[in-house]
């Protein structure tokens, strides 16, 4: 008689304050035969938290060795073993280590469940002020300074909601990157040290938030930024040009953005849109 087959369980971890945690977090990690964590130590500390007492065994499972693990974890779910994934904050898989473990267990005929709980996602969307019927996710922005604006590049045009992570030291550099790409007067969040005793949210226009975010950010960041709005067509003629340049500058976007952004929108060059801007060739 063949051995039943394990269970894989994705176990979402606070974000901040261990009160957060789902109550079955703590039933999960006293019953796991296996725990494979982002960081053990960071576990052990959760777990005192939560007045639990581990009884399976502890495994190490982030970025550097899950390629070497995910094979050995997925033997142990074959042979039986309730293994639960447990990365440093939040939802496993979710810019964490995981979607290499889910895929091969899945690929193994493997039942995975999950621990629904945290997200730095959905809390910084919920704060954020901004729409949230429609959103995206897209983790953290490249490091080069190129590669981080071709993303952004073909992100200007997103209607949805966009939810950024960000590293503290590189918060201010992003910011003004995304102010560069989707213009400074577009509505944002940063939302930083969520569910913790600093909780700050910060919002307004990327080119302001950009200029708080130069004197230094420290903590978890998450940045939330609203959607393009898509504005019909322009027609040609001076008068039309003139108001759709009007309408831009009065949401906040320089006169050199909002010509060049009505030029594209009417299909025409800068420097038409310029001259009617200016008056320029008509009869005085």
Known sequence: MASPIGVLVLAATPIGQAADAPPRLAAELAGADVIAAEDTRRLARLAGELGVDVKGRVTSYFEGNEA????????????????????????????????????AAVAAGVPVTVVPGPSAVLAALAVSGLPVDRFCFEGFLPRKAGERARRLAGLADEERTLVFFEAPHRTATA????AEAFGPARPAAVCRELTKTHEEVRRGGLGELADWAAGGV??????????????????????SLRAAVAAEEGRGTSRKDAIRAVASRAGLPKRTVYDAVHGVGEDA
Do not use: C, I, K, N
């Open 68 to 103: 070497a693990r995910t094979p050995r974890l997925v033997e142990r779910l074959l042979a039986g073993d309730r293994v639960v994934l447990a990365t440093d904050a939040g939802m496993p898989s979710v810019s964490d280590p995981g979607y290499r473990l889910v895929a």
């Open 175 to 178: 910011l003004a990157a995304m």
């Open 218 to 239: 420290r903590g978890e960041v998450t940045v939330v930024v609203s959607g393009a709005v898509v504005s019909p067509p322009v027609a040609a003629d001076p008068g």
